[in-house]
């Protein structure tokens, strides 16, 4: 290899080595990692080409307290080879748009400039530019009603990230619902679930074993604590969501056997309600639909929804929950008869 082509390696190295701000590295730290690299470099000759390279790249030595260190600066655009593909570029401007509330924020200021150098390639593409116009075409809708999502203290969703990827407890100041003033409590953060527009904090108070569900637009503090966070034994949250409990169950399951008329049931062939569903046709055309499913109010809404278009046929329970909110509704859409105004 001659010397141009080890300096030139070097110094891609070099710059590799390089942390974005705020994070430094000083030069006799970067020294060790060229090392280990398997570059053998001097102190001074070190210094020298960085100083250099800051002429032609956005790297900054911060001289304001010893050890001087260097970093890439805030914004400066990702360094990697080879270049952005139209698809590699386009499935990063996609995470960017999903993953923007639940990536911890460290991984995501750490993100940011590979988005911004997806988005750069997306918007260099030559016309008719088919990939920038993907992100026009595609989203994602919810199956219920639409609601915009509550604002969150970006401070707040800071502290939850940071405790969760660090395994870190955290002190907070929440309103519950109905509540005109803030509590303080300790908690032990154990999950971050998106339910619909609302993102919630699965976590525990102080040294309790139960789980319990906080939204954060509620937290108007967090502040991460030094104690390492505990998690209850045997704590899944796949095991949570699939019992129900992420839609407000007690976590209980059901067999559910309702009568669908065949409009209102068909959908069900390709999105089954379980994996143990069963359809039976009967001779009228209706649709027996047999399932172990999660009792929770969630299921409550969405056989309600179908309205007259259903019958639950075996659970007791579920029949007269239903039968009372068909009831109640019925009192409230009842058309009031007027008295005949007197002359």
């Given at each position: 290899?001659?010397?141009?082509?080890?300096?030139?390696?070097?110094?891609?190295?070099?710059?590799?080595?390089?942390?974005?701000?705020?994070?430094?590295?000083?030069?006799?730290?970067?020294?060790?990692?060229?090392?280990?690299?398997?570059?053998?470099?001097?102190?001074?000759?070190?210094?020298?080409?960085?100083?250099?390279?800051?002429?032609?790249?956005?790297?900054?030595?911060?001289?304001?307290?010893?050890?001087?260190?260097?970093?890439?600066?805030?914004?400066?655009?990702?360094?990697?080879?080879?270049?952005?593909?139209?698809?590699?570029?386009?499935?990063?401007?996609?995470?960017?748009?999903?993953?923007?509330?639940?990536?911890?924020?460290?991984?995501?200021?750490?993100?940011?400039?590979?988005?911004?150098?997806?988005?750069?390639?997306?918007?260099?593409?030559?016309?008719?530019?088919?990939?920038?116009?993907?992100?026009?075409?595609?989203?994602?809708?919810?199956?219920?009603?639409?609601?915009?999502?509550?604002?969150?203290?970006?401070?707040?969703?800071?502290?939850?990230?940071?405790?969760?990827?660090?395994?870190?407890?955290?002190?907070?100041?929440?309103?519950?619902?109905?509540?005109?003033?803030?509590?303080?409590?300790?908690?032990?953060?154990?999950?971050?679930?998106?339910?619909?527009?609302?993102?919630?904090?699965?976590?525990?108070?102080?040294?309790?074993?139960?789980?319990?569900?906080?939204?954060?637009?509620?937290i108007s503090f967090a502040q991460v604590r030094d104690e390492a966070a505990r998690y209850p034994k045997h704590f899944s949250l796949d095991e949570q969501?699939?019992?129900?409990?992420?839609?407000?169950?007690?976590?209980?399951?059901?067999?559910?056997?309702?009568?669908?008329?065949?409009?209102?049931?068909?959908?069900?062939?390709?999105?089954?309600?379980?994996?143990?569903?069963?359809?039976?046709?009967?001779?009228?055309?209706?649709?027996?639909?047999?399932?172990?499913?999660?009792?929770?109010?969630?299921?409550?809404?969405?056989?309600?929804?179908?309205?007259?278009?259903?019958?639950?046929?075996?659970?007791?329970?579920?029949?007269?929950?239903?039968?009372?909110?068909?009831?109640?509704?019925?009192?409230?859409?009842?058309?009031?008869?007027?008295?005949?105004?007197?002359?």
């Amino acid at each position: 290899m001659s010397k141009h082509q080890d300096a030139l390696l070097r110094q891609w190295s070099m710059l590799r080595r390089v942390p974005r701000f705020p994070a430094k590295v000083t030069v006799q730290a970067l020294r060790q990692k060229l090392a280990d690299d398997g570059f053998e470099i001097t102190q001074r000759s070190l210094q020298r080409d960085l100083n250099e390279l800051s002429g032609a790249f956005a790297i900054v030595c911060d001289d304001r307290e010893k050890p001087y260190g260097w970093s890439w600066q805030k914004d400066a655009p990702s360094l990697d080879l080879p270049g952005l593909t139209p698809a590699q570029a386009l499935t990063l401007a996609m995470a960017e748009q999903h993953l923007q509330n639940l990536l911890p924020a460290p991984m995501l200021e750490q993100l940011r400039p590979y988005f911004l150098a997806a988005r750069q390639r997306l918007d260099a593409e030559p016309a008719p530019r088919r990939s920038r116009r993907w992100l026009d075409k595609v989203r994602s809708v919810p199956a219920t009603q639409a609601l915009l999502a509550p604002s969150i203290d970006a401070g707040v969703q800071d502290a939850v990230t940071e405790a969760l990827l660090h395994e870190r407890q955290l002190d907070i100041c929440y309103r519950r619902r109905g509540e005109r003033t803030d509590a303080q409590a300790r908690v032990h953060p154990l999950a971050l679930v998106q339910r619909g527009p609302v993102l919630y904090l699965s976590c525990r108070f102080y040294d309790y074993e139960d789980v319990r569900m906080l939204p954060l637009h509620r937290i108007s503090f967090a502040q991460v604590r030094d104690e390492a966070a505990r998690y209850p034994k045997h704590f899944s949250l796949d095991e949570q969501i699939e019992q129900g409990e992420w839609a407000f169950g007690s976590g209980k399951k059901i067999k559910l056997v309702a009568l669908f008329e065949a409009e209102h049931g068909e959908h069900l062939y390709e999105t089954p309600l379980s994996k143990d569903q069963k359809i039976d046709v009967l001779p009228d055309g209706k649709l027996r639909v047999t399932a172990t499913v999660a009792d929770t109010p969630q299921l409550v809404w969405w056989l309600l929804g179908f309205g007259c278009g259903i019958e639950v046929q075996n659970t007791k329970a579920l029949r007269t929950r239903l039968r009372e909110a068909a009831i109640g509704m019925a009192s409230l859409y009842r058309e009031k008869r007027r008295g005949t105004p007197r002359l």
